[in-house]
């Protein structure tokens, strides 16, 4: 079974700071980390991905990850934030290939402070 | 990366009533899956939807309640039946890449009973 947990609903940076997103999660396999990003009023978009390759991820739009076993986080984080980032931020974990099944975090509201 | 359409994208129907949602991906995929999204509320795994088997349900969701037809590997459907104000969410189509380690996310169904 798989779970995750996000700190923080919500997140407030101000603009050209640095973003950082906390995500911990639970495995009983090794697992397969995503965060995916919810513009308003859109679906989801696949941000970043972890499957069992290379732990500092990099993805779209300036984010990265590095997953940390021993800590058990996925972190996300960019270093200088835009206003165009505002948005619902969504880590998910699965069980790895062959177990595709996404369990989700609560999700982080990230504001961008003018 | 898959392209995944939803239809429709919104509706707002009748209490009682039942929706149909549609799901066409771009390319054979073995696996969709459709999740629920509540106001303000993360996801939540409905049902995997296998070509030429009968879905397979989450704890909590019903065959009753949300029918689920795989008719070809491009093509799902969810239905609501039954519709109560509960019932309002976005309801989005996801589905595994070939390589079978990224999950991909339609735009999702808003869909608002009254």
């Known amino acids: 079974a798989q779970s995750v947990t996000q700190l923080g609903s919500h997140v407030s940076v101000s603009e050209g700071a640095l973003v950082l997103l906390r995500c911990n999660y639970s495995?009983?396999?090794?697992?397969?980390l995503f965060w995916y990003v919810q513009y308003p009023n859109q679906g989801l978009q696949l941000l970043l991905k972890?499957?069992?390759?290379?732990?500092l991820v990099k993805g779209i739009n300036g984010f990265e990850a590095e997953f940390k076993k021993s800590e058990t986080s996925f972190h996300l984080t960019k270093p200088s934030a835009h206003m165009s980032d505002a948005a619902e931020y969504f880590c998910?974990?699965?069980?790895?290939?062959?177990?595709?099944?996404?369990?989700f975090g609560t999700g982080t509201r990230l504001t961008i402070i003018p | 990366s898959a392209v995944i359409s939803q239809k429709p994208s919104r509706d707002i129907c009748q209490r009682g009533t039942s929706l149909t949602i549609q799901c066409q991906v771009d390319?054979?995929?073995?696996?969709m899956f459709w999740y629920r999204q509540q106001p303000g509320q993360s996801l939540t795994l409905i049902a995997t939807?296998?070509?030429?088997?009968?879905?397979?349900?989450e704890s909590g969701f019903v065959i009753d309640k949300f029918p689920i037809s795989r008719p070809n590997l491009t093509f799902s459907t969810l239905t609501v039946s039954n519709l109560s104000p509960e019932d309002s969410s976005i309801y989005l189509c996801?589905?595994?890449?070939?390589?079978?380690?990224?999950?991909?996310f339609g735009e999702g169904s808003w869909l608002t009973v009254v």
């Open positions: 996801s589905v595994e890449d070939r390589g079978g380690n990224t999950i991909y």
């Open positions: 495995s009983s396999v090794p697992p397969y």
């Open positions: 972890y499957t069992s390759a290379a732990t």
């Open positions: 998910a974990v699965s069980g790895g290939f062959g177990n595709e099944k996404l369990t």
């Open positions: 390319s054979q995929v073995t696996m």
């Open positions: 939807a296998n070509q030429g088997s009968e879905a397979t349900y």
